[in-house]
């Protein structure tokens, strides 16, 4: 079973920085895209990037040139570096990990508990 801790969260103004992390820990499955979703309230919850194992990378058309995804495999760990933020990225920030067990091809998404950030104008 995996287990996903968020952290980096926050409240910034408009145009600042924050940085998120999601640490995936357990053992005996292999990881492959890992991504952050985000929900606003009242609002369905959408996809921001996603990053796979070989470093094929997609964004959401609204956070292009500002957020950044990469990941560190051998810690496990995916970030979200968020630059230029606006009110409009106010929401609680998902992590999503995509994995199978070693040896099967049963393949699992686990979620993390969520983070807010909140951009104030």
């Known amino acids: 079973q995996v287990q996903l801790v968020e952290s980096g969260g926050g409240l910034v103004q408009a145009g600042g920085s924050l940085r998120l992390s999601c640490a995936a820990s357990?053992?005996?499955?292999?990881?492959?895209?890992m991504g952050w979703y985000r929900q606003a309230p009242g609002k369905q919850r959408e996809l921001v990037a996603y990053i796979t194992r070989t470093d094929v990378i997609n964004y959401a058309d609204s956070v292009k040139g500002r957020l950044t995804i990469s990941r560190d495999n051998a810690k496990n760990t995916v970030y979200l570096q968020m630059n230029s933020l606006k009110p409009e990225d106010t929401a609680v920030y998902y992590c999503?990990?995509?994995?199978?067990?070693?040896?099967?091809?049963?393949?699992?998404?686990?979620w993390g508990q969520g983070t807010q950030v909140t951009v104030s104008s």
């Open positions: 999503n990990v995509n994995t199978n067990s070693i040896g099967t091809l049963r393949f699992i998404d686990s």
């Open positions: 357990g053992s005996g499955f292999r990881i492959n895209r």
